[in-house]
Structure formats: C-alpha cells, structure tokens
C-alpha cells in the first residue's frame, strides 16, 4: 500500500535519551512502514501529518512529498534555520527552488528512482489508447463479446511519429522503448540534444503538426505551464492522440476536453490532471480516453529505492557531503 | 469495424460476361469492403456467408477466416477440386495441415502480417497487469480516486525475468521490445535457436520456475495444447504472471482460473480463451486480470497488410508462382 504505519506508536530502534541528540527532519509526506523505521533509525522524525503541530524553529531539514505542501517564501520564512528540502519525487514545482538558493538552502529530489517506471507507464497508456485494451477490456467485463461479436479495430504502434516533450531522465527512456517497436522519434526540449538522433522541434506546434502522438514529459514550470494548448492541440489534428504523465497543468485541460468531446483529437492517455484528485467528469464515460490516478511512479520497486535515495541524500547532507542528487534553479 | 460490406449487391469492375472466367475462390470470412473490391477485381468470389449455398465442386481456392471453419478430411472430401487453402490468421490450427499436404492442397497463411501488433499486445497486456492500469482506472472511472486517496502500488517491468513459449516471428518481436524495458528474456521451443542471446529451456516447467512472467506465443497444435498447466502454473508460483496472446486453448484455462482465484499465480493477461467469445465468468471481477477479446490483430493498419498478403498468395497460386507465405506441415 502506499501509505501506512506513520505515528509514533511504534517502538523506535534509538534509545529515548539519545533521540534528541540525532537530527530532527520533518516529514510532510505518509511513507510505508519500512521507509519510517529508516529515518528514525537516524533521525527524530517530526512527522507532521501525526502531530499537526507548528513548524519548529529548529528544524534542519524537510522530506515533502509532491504537492502536500509549497516550499515557498511563507513556508521559508517559518522554518528560518531550515537547510535541506528533500522531495520524494521528481518533479520540484512545489518548491521555489530561486528562493531556496537565495536562502542558500539546498534541494535535492528522487533523481532516477522513478525514470523507468514513469517510461514505461508512458507506453502502457499509448498502446492502450491506440489498441483500445482498456475500452475493449470493458466489453468483455460486461459480457458483450459473445452478444456483438468483433471488437472494432485500433491502431498499429509501429511507424507513428511520436513527439515527446521534454527530453530528459524520462522522455529519454520513453524514446528508447518506442523505437524497439519501430516508433519515429521527434522531440521538443528547451534545447536541441547532440547525443540523439531524434529530430528536434525548437516549437512544439511545429512538433504536433509533424506527430501523430504527442507525449508530455517536461518538468512543470512558468515556461511548461499549458504548453499543450489549443493550438497545440489544433496542430496535433483529429486522428491525434495526447499522452501525460508530466503534470496536469502542461496541458491545458478544460482545451484537452473540448477537443475529445468534439473530436479534434483522437484520444488521450492521462496519468495526471489538473485538479486532482480529480479527473474531468466529461472524460469518465470516453472509450478513447485512458485515466490512471498519478500511479506512473507506484511501483514496490521504486518506492524502496526511493527510501535509498532519502536516506543516502539525507546522510549526505548531515555529514556536509555533497548531495547525491541535487536539484538546482535554472 | 471488423466486418461490414460483404454481399453481392456492390457493382463489380469486371463484366458479367467475364466473370465466369475468372478463377472461382470460396471465402469463408467476413472482410471489409475494399478487401471484398479487392478480390472480385480479380475473382469470382463465392462468399459462403452470403450465399449459404453448398460447396461448389469446381472450387480450386479457399479464403478462410480463424476458426470459423474447419479444413479437415470431410472438408476437402466436399470440395475435392480444391488446391489451395489460404488462412487470413497466423493460426492454422483450424487447417488439417498434413491432410492437405497428402492431397496436395497448399496452403498459406498471413504471414508476419500480424506479429508487431500481437507483440505490442502482450506487451501491453504484460505492462497493464504489473502496473494495474485497468484496474487503476476503474478506480477513476468509479470516482474512487478523491474518496479513497492513492491507488495501491504495482510492480516494475524493469529487470523482470520474461520466460517466452515460443520464439517464432511473435516470440522474438516481443523479446526484443522487453529487452529495451530492461526485461531478462528466457525462452522455450521446439529447438534452441543460436542466432539470439538469450537463455533456453527445453523443458516449460523449468521455465516457468526461473521466470516470473510467463508469455505464451507459440502456435497451437497436439504438442502446445495446455502446454501451460496446472504443474506450469505450480511452478510459476504465486508471483507470476501469465500472458497469453497464443490460443486458449494453449493454457489449461479451469487450472488457470483455479490458481488465480487461489492466489496461486499473481495475475493474467489474456487476449484469448479456450470458448471464445466466452471468457471464464470467474475472471470478470478480478483486478488482477486483464482481458481484450481477441484483439491482439486488430488494427486497420495490420488489416490492409492482410489484403494485400491475401491477394498476393492467391495470385501467386494462380500463376503457378511461389506462395508467398507458405505453411508446411512441421
């Protein structure tokens, strides 16, 4: 499960007197049972979804997760000694990273824990909104092959130029599957990369005219915020198809619907929304629409590789080491 | 759609006066218009579905669809001019293969017309189960997500040991996609093939014990019939995964639906079923199952190829040419 065993219920392995000399981290994220003995075994866990009690003034560092809290100048300015932000994942659009770096306090995040995992549900979503697996799935579920017969035909994988936006750790590992099953790779980026062979689109209209799939995987910022417009969107054209696991707001998502709603665009693969965790009513009863809920990076696999990577970069900071995988401003 | 514009009431670009001269072909399959134009261009179609008629005696060929008749000793006995057996699936497990090499029937088939889309099938099947995307989405779709907050986690395709049965066009194309997701690809045949690098097992319970997925992708015939039972399923264990995208009749589908309600195997991805249009009643509620209704050929794009391969052999046949895509008996 995602989240279970915060508290402070538990026996800890540190004996009680000794507990005030280790450093104090405030935990602003529900972790598993296992990643919570990990941190108290080093740390005196403030967690504060169990005590709910003010930001203490002494607090060194902070482990957020995606979205429970902004670390912004408010949140700064309440925790003044506060010098390490660590987020579990890898999108940092909830921290200032500019006003962290003026406060000289560093941040790091989940670096490549969830790479893969995101890479691959990217494609999970883009073959089964081509293949229409989860539609067709759904035909079966309600007994309607023996009664309708064939099911109508999707849509081949292979030779359809796939556009990814944003060429990092993920778009990267995006373009790497889809080229095993003969996709043609083109990619916008803030800037061309010499080491693909990709061709770079230096505009992602110019990139969704030439694609048949468009596949968001940019970090969000003031520049990433609703890249996927109308006019993307117009460009992309009717037998298009949208696939998102970046964050909701990289694309424009009341646009993103009236296209669907008005077939402009084919289809659409989400794993993350706008406004979650809610998804767009409109979109719960389409069959060209496959939704998941923000699960790109919910693997076993990941999330004890994530506790690692806490914990190495956490150490790492403690110890005046440089920090394993360090996120800086533009 | 699957089927649509079949029937004699289209006009034919051939006159009247010249149609009885065009070599006669039976078909034995539902296909869209431009296939349907595409042969009475070239033959005098004899459609079985819509004529209901009986078999003629002068027939030299036979366009037959998967399953929907079978090519065994009381059919060539009924139609003893026949010469050539085209089977529009991969599959022929239909056709009386030695049968009509002892008369002399040819037969094709459609070739690799179908292996890229039945590669990326199972790899979506194998993606959706480990990652629970339809699952997931239900969730969404069920309006859970705000209720019920994050989605239990699934497991990573990364570093998986893949066990494929059967390493012919399908088999291979599906290694080589799970080869760049990180995936440890093993494989069971007939024989070891020295052109690939992966690890062979002659034995498919020793397979299924060093793999914790187990994808089944060879043809069906007496030595793969349940190649995957109860002591395949035994040995897989209560981690493994099944995927098949073979024939139903490939797995032992009572034992199969047995370990899962058991928690024996950890889930299955199934494209097809031992009575289709039928999938097993007790599968319909499991998360942990994904299920398409045959599907794994059906794209539009796959179903052009198919006519042009159709058209191909049987000109081929007709000239007195190679088949292009000949099946013999092994």
Same mark, same amino acid.
């Given at each position: 499960?995602?989240?279970?065993?915060?508290?402070?219920?538990?026996?800890?392995?540190?004996?009680?007197?000794? +507990?005030?000399?280790?450093?104090?981290?405030? #935990?602003?994220?529900?972790?598993?049972?296992?990643?919570?003995?990990?941190?108290?075994?080093? !740390?005196?866990?403030?967690?504060?979804?169990?005590?709910?009690?003010?930001?203490?003034?002494?607090?060194?560092?902070?482990?957020?997760?995606?979205?429970?809290?902004?670390?912004?100048?408010?949140?700064?300015?309440?925790?003044?000694?506060? &010098?390490?932000?660590?987020?579990?994942?890898?999108?940092? *659009?909830?921290? *200032? +990273?500019?006003?962290? $770096?003026?406060?000289?306090?560093?941040?790091?995040?989940?670096?490549?824990? !969830?790479?893969?995992?995101?890479?691959?549900?990217?494609?999970?979503?883009?073959?089964?909104?081509?293949?229409?697996?989860?539609?067709?799935?759904?035909?079966?579920?309600?007994? +309607?092959?023996?009664?309708?017969?064939?099911?109508? +035909?999707?849509?081949?994988?292979? =030779?359809?130029?796939?556009?990814?936006?944003?060429?990092?750790?993920?778009?990267?590992?995006?373009?790497?599957? #889809?080229?095993?099953?003969?996709?043609?790779?083109?990619?916008?980026?803030? &800037?061309? &990369?010499?080491?693909?062979?990709?061709?770079?689109?230096?505009?992602?209209?110019?990139?969704?005219?030439?694609?048949?799939?468009?596949?968001?995987?940019?970090?969000?910022?003031? !520049?990433?915020?609703?890249?996927?417009?109308?006019?993307?969107?117009?460009?992309?054209?009717?037998?298009?198809?949208?696939?998102?696991?970046?964050?909701?707001?990289?694309?424009?998502?009341?646009? #993103?619907?009236? $296209?669907?709603?008005?077939?402009?665009?084919?289809?659409?693969?989400?794993?993350?929304?706008?406004?979650?965790?809610?998804?767009?009513?409109?979109?719960?009863?389409?069959?060209?629409?496959?939704?998941?809920?923000?699960?790109?990076?919910?693997?076993?696999?990941?999330?004890?590789?994530?506790?690692?990577?806490?914990?190495?970069?956490?150490?790492?900071?403690? =110890?005046?080491?440089?920090?394993?995988?360090?996120? #800086?401003?533009?």
């Amino acid at each position: 499960m995602a989240s279970s065993g915060v508290g402070g219920q538990e026996p800890t392995a540190v004996p009680p007197l000794l +507990l005030f000399r280790l450093p104090p981290i405030l #935990l602003f994220r529900r972790v598993d049972a296992a990643f919570y003995a990990a941190l108290r075994q080093r !740390y005196r866990v403030l967690d504060f979804f169990a005590s709910g009690e003010p930001l203490p003034a002494f607090l060194a560092a902070v482990v957020v997760g995606g979205g429970a809290v902004r670390v912004d100048s408010a949140f700064l300015d309440a925790v003044p000694s506060l &010098r390490f932000v660590f987020s579990t994942g890898a999108g940092v *659009d909830h921290i *200032d +990273l500019h006003e962290c $770096a003026r406060r000289g306090v560093a941040v790091a995040n989940s670096g490549r824990v !969830y790479s893969t995992d995101v890479a691959d549900h990217a494609v999970a979503l883009l073959i089964d909104v081509l293949r229409r697996v989860s539609a067709a799935q759904r035909f079966v579920r309600r007994g +309607l092959w023996p009664v309708q017969g064939d099911y109508p +035909l999707g849509n081949k994988l292979g =030779s359809k130029r796939v556009g990814i936006i944003g060429l990092g750790n993920i778009g990267s590992l995006i373009a790497k599957r #889809l080229e095993a099953f003969g996709c043609v790779i083109y990619y916008n980026s803030r &800037r061309q &990369r010499d080491s693909v062979p990709y061709k770079y689109f230096p505009n992602v209209q110019d990139l969704a005219s030439e694609s048949d799939v468009l596949i968001v995987a940019c970090a969000l910022n003031k !520049y990433t915020r609703h890249i996927v417009n109308k006019d993307v969107l117009e460009a992309l054209g009717k037998d298009g198809i949208i696939i998102n696991i970046g964050r909701g707001a990289n694309v424009d998502e009341p646009e #993103l619907v009236r $296209a669907l709603k008005e077939g402009r665009i084919a289809g659409a693969g989400l794993d993350v929304f706008e406004n979650e965790p809610k998804a767009p009513a409109e979109l719960l009863s389409m069959d060209n629409v496959v939704m998941t809920p923000h699960i790109a990076v919910f693997t076993s696999e990941s999330r004890s590789d994530l506790r690692d990577t806490t914990i190495s970069n956490l150490e790492a900071f403690f =110890s005046g080491k440089p920090l394993l995988t360090p996120v #800086l401003p533009w």
